[in-house]
């Protein structure tokens, strides 16, 4: 058992990442653009210069921030009242925190999104860190956000867990040297990433029932 465990938010914890893929094209025909049908896939689970970075390679006419900002928007709106969780969000960080495990969230969205959602749940007193893609230059797949989360809990990556869904996450955990395991949720892995990660499971129960069992 590792000494810590860093979650990603959208489509792991909560399946909100559906909710960003779809406004990525209504923001798009607002903007007055074409969607882009590689645009939701590679944007997700980036955030900050590297998330711009996408937005001006498949639009690169539009204000990118503005872009951004206008999709954070419309997500937030929907997410101000309800949360639709992940199933087994509650006895994985249970789980995790009768085990004397140290918590961290890693998420792109913004700190005052996190804590919003995290709250709703009612999760947030499983978290000892909160790290937000504000805090870092370098969005995933950069190894950024992980390594600060560790450094925040105290720990170096390598005695961390990585919890991801997306293909972008998953390369952040895995270059920041923490045991990487994806949940799937729209992405599938590569097959580089099924040789590099700690372990693939269908949902944060499965991981659960893994690491009760010593697999990982």
Not at 4 to 32: C, H, P, S
Not at 34 to 45: M, N, S, V, W, Y
Not at 118 to 133: E, M, N, R, T
Not at 135 to 156: C, H, N, Q, R, T
Request: net charge negative; aromatic share 8%.
């Amino acid at each position: 058992m590792k000494l810590g465990a860093i979650f990603d938010m959208d489509g792991l914890l909560f399946d909100t990442e559906r909710l960003y893929q779809e406004n990525w094209i209504v923001v798009a025909k607002e903007f007055g653009q074409q969607p882009h049908p590689d645009f939701p896939k590679a944007i997700c689970g980036t955030s900050g210069i590297h998330a711009q970075e996408v937005v001006y390679n498949h639009y690169p006419t539009v204000d990118a921030a503005a872009f951004i900002q206008s999709c954070i928007d419309k997500v937030n709106r929907i997410l101000q009242n309800s949360i639709p969780e992940k199933p087994g969000i509650h006895e994985i960080l249970s789980y995790l925190h009768e085990k004397g495990v140290r918590i961290a969230v890693a998420s792109s969205s913004v700190k005052p999104m996190v804590d919003h959602n995290l709250k709703l749940a009612g999760i947030s007193q499983y978290f000892d860190v909160v790290v937000s893609g504000q805090e870092v230059m370098y969005g995933k797949p950069e190894p950024d956000i992980f390594l600060l989360a560790a450094k925040k809990l105290g720990l170096s990556s390598m005695d961390c867990y990585v919890f991801e869904d997306g293909i972008n996450g998953v390369r952040a955990g895995i270059a920041a040297g923490c045991a990487t395991i994806m949940i799937p949720d729209l992405t599938q892995p590569t097959e580089e990433l099924r040789s590099a990660c700690a372990g693939i499971y269908s949902s944060l129960l499965e991981a659960k029932i893994a690491l009760e069992q010593g697999e990982i």
